[in-house]
């Protein structure tokens, strides 16, 4: 799919930042929605996919964004069996159109797996973890899950995490068998809507090619 190609529908009547902004709020309001029902954050990382899939190839007009937000935890949440979900008629009803709209394509992967095992590799485990973890949960308010292999989307995590924590883990980037400048490419995408961090240093390192 040609993402740029299909935002277009909406950037003929939303500016690229009003877009984003968009993304961005409805991203949250799965978050919160799922924290306040006590679902799991794979879950809810999950629906978040799935909102992104409903929307690749539709306009953000197709379908009411407030209604298709739940809808899409209501789903993921149903394939985990998970029963504190509220059955209200209208999610029921968009859920069938939902299904339609990702062509009942239900399986999503994320990068949770394969940073565990990067991070394993890199050590201080106590101290990049949590970190990357939260910065993986951060990379849904693009489209990174739509365009990039997961394991490159954990690769860039790590990276920042590294970074933020101070933790000099060039060598082993650099030993990796990876292209470094899709790595930076996921970085500058995911901090796109904010800009890059304000630390120069930190910016610095992030975004140069000396892995």
Request: aromatic share 14%; net charge positive.
């Given at each position: 799919i040609d993402l740029l190609k299909e935002h277009q529908k909406d950037l003929k009547f939303l500016s690229e930042e009003e877009y984003w902004k968009l993304q961005i709020f409805f991203t949250n309001v799965i978050q919160a929605l799922g924290e306040h029902l006590k679902l799991k954050q794979q879950?809810?990382?999950?629906?978040?996919?799935?909102?992104?899939?409903?929307?690749?190839?539709?306009?953000?007009?197709?379908?009411?964004?407030?209604?298709?937000?739940?809808?899409?935890l209501f789903l993921a949440s149903k394939l985990r069996n998970l029963e504190n979900f509220p059955r209200m008629n209208h999610i029921l009803e968009?859920?069938?159109?939902?299904?339609?709209?990702?062509?009942?394509?239900?399986?999503?992967?994320?990068?949770?797996?394969?940073?565990?095992?990067?991070v394993q590799d890199v050590g201080q485990e106590d101290m990049l973890l949590p970190l990357a973890w939260?910065?993986?949960?951060?990379?849904?308010?693009?489209?990174?899950?739509?365009?990039?292999?997961?394991?490159?989307?954990?690769?860039?995590c790590l990276r920042v995490a590294c970074v933020v924590q101070q933790k000099d883990a060039r060598q082993w980037f650099a030993e990796l068998p990876v292209d470094i400048e899709k790595i930076l490419e996921i970085i500058r995408e995911d901090y796109k809507p904010t800009g890059p961090c304000k630390d120069d240093e930190a910016s610095a390192y992030l975004f140069s090619h000396d892995a």
């Open positions: 879950v809810i990382a999950t629906a978040t996919v799935y909102f992104k899939r409903s929307y690749a190839r539709y306009s953000l007009k197709s379908i009411d964004l407030v209604l298709m937000a739940p809808t899409c968009c859920e069938f159109y939902l299904l339609q709209l990702m062509d009942c394509c239900l399986i999503v992967y994320h990068p949770y797996s394969p940073l565990l095992q990067h939260r910065i993986v949960n951060d990379t849904y308010r693009m489209d990174l899950c739509l365009l990039y292999p997961l394991f490159m989307i954990a690769l860039a």
